[in-house]
């Protein structure tokens, strides 16, 4: 089975712009959760999702949003970018909602100038 | 609140040597542990998990840990490192969210392991 795959890898945007990404989930997982992990605060949950619906939302501003369409895959949005907002953003697929087992892409990096 | 401790932010070991790496949790009910592997510029790979019955988990890569509940501890050992064993690992602790069906996971700050020739 293919892994769960993360596009872009990289990307540099500007303070205020907006940003997408997207994960594709491993073949048959259901859910995707999305992390933040930076020097400073580690790793931290953003949201997760499972039929569509978001599940669970971290502490993080209205700024971030996500979404997840009928075949699984999910993309999550910033807006207004901010400088603290570089990071690496990983997103993990799981079987099914309440499923710990989480399996990571390998992160898209996004560094805000 | 659920919460995870590693208190060895970066440790080194020799080639060849043991290794283990501490992990506390805070978790009210029986906990779902797992332990993370990064490779600088990866994502997560998982190392292995403890969900119930024996309490000494074998994992991929040669790991293996054990789970302590007196003690709330979860410790990462390995008997022999290799040079490729250098990176950050992460022990994680699943929790419920609040009486949702929901879950997530909670990740310690992380260790970062340096091997040393």
């Known amino acids: 089975k293919a892994g769960v795959t993360q596009t872009p890898r990289y990307l540099i945007k500007t303070r205020g712009q907006q940003v997408t990404l997207s994960c594709s989930p491993i073949?048959?997982?259901?859910?995707v959760s999305w992390y933040q992990q930076t020097p400073g605060q580690g790793l931290q949950f953003l949201f997760e999702?499972?039929?569509?619906?978001?599940?669970n939302k971290g502490n993080f501003p209205g700024r971030f949003s996500g979404r997840q369409f009928s075949n699984s895959r999910s993309e999550m949005n910033v807006s207004t970018l901010e400088l603290g907002d570089s990071a690496l953003y990983l997103c993990?697929?799981?079987?099914?909602?309440?499923?710990?087992?989480?399996?990571f892409g390998p992160g898209t990096r996004l560094t805000v100038t | 609140a659920q919460s995870v401790t590693q208190p060895d932010i970066h440790i080194t070991v020799s080639e060849g040597a043991s290794l283990e790496l501490r992990c506390n949790y805070s978790?009210?009910?029986?906990?779902?542990l797992f332990w993370y592997v990064q490779s600088p510029g990866q994502g997560l790979q998982l190392l292995l998990k403890?969900?119930?019955?024996?309490?000494l988990v074998q994992g991929i890569k040669g790991f293996e840990a054990e789970f302590k509940r007196s003690q709330s501890s979860f410790n990462l050992r390995k008997p022999s490192v290799h040079w490729s064993d250098a990176a950050e690992y992460f022990c994680?602790?699943?929790?419920?969210?609040?009486?949702?069906?929901?879950?997530?996971?909670?990740f310690g700050s992380g260790t970062r392991l340096s091997i040393r020739p």
């Open positions: 994680a602790v699943g929790a419920q969210v609040g009486y949702s069906s929901a879950s997530k996971i909670i």
């Open positions: 999702y499972f039929s569509e619906t978001q599940r």
């Open positions: 403890y969900f119930s019955g024996d309490t």
């Open positions: 978790y009210g009910a029986t906990p779902y």
């Open positions: 993990a697929s799981s079987p099914g909602l309440a499923s710990y087992e989480q399996y």
């Open positions: 073949s048959g997982h259901r859910s």
